[in-house]
Nanobody, 124 residues
Framework: QVQLVESGGGLVQAGASLRLSCAASGRSFSRATMGWFRQAPGKEREFVAAIIWNGIIKRYADSLKGRFTISRDNAKSTAYLQMNGLKPEDTAVYYC?????????????????WGPGTQVTVSS
């Protein structure tokens, strides 16, 4: 079993940047696909970005391309989500998740373990 812990969330003004981190421990991280999802109040959890184990393949939600960048450092067992040009509609709890498969899924049902989430609030 892998344990995931997100960090880096906070309260920022519109236009600001944040970098979220997801630290993994326990089961091997280096061959797992990592994903980021978010859930705003009253809404379903939605896909944000995902990256395959070697970083070669990345997928993004269409609405976030160009503003968000996913990356990983397998030596540190950590995945990152760089968020630029934040907007009030980006306000949500952000979750990282791990999928032990040779794919980059966008469906939350395809992910095996989840972190507790980190709150991101963007004020206008």
């Amino acid at each position: 079993q892998v344990q995931l812990v997100e960090s880096g969330g906070g309260l920022v003004q519109a236009g600001a940047s944040l970098r979220l981190s997801c630290a993994a421990s326990g089961r091997s991280f280096s061959r797992a696909t990592m994903g980021w999802f978010r859930q705003a109040p009253g809404k379903e959890r939605e896909f944000v970005a995902a990256i395959i184990w070697n970083g070669i393949i990345k997928r993004y939600a269409d609405s976030l391309k160009g503003r968000f960048t996913i990356s990983r450092d397998n030596a540190k067992s950590t995945a990152y989500l760089q968020m630029n040009g934040l907007k009030p509609e980006d306000t949500a709890v952000y979750y990282c998740a791990v999928a032990y498969r040779e794919a980059v899924p966008i469906s939350r049902e395809d992910y095996d373990s989840w972190g507790p989430g980190t709150q991101v609030t963007v004020s206008s």
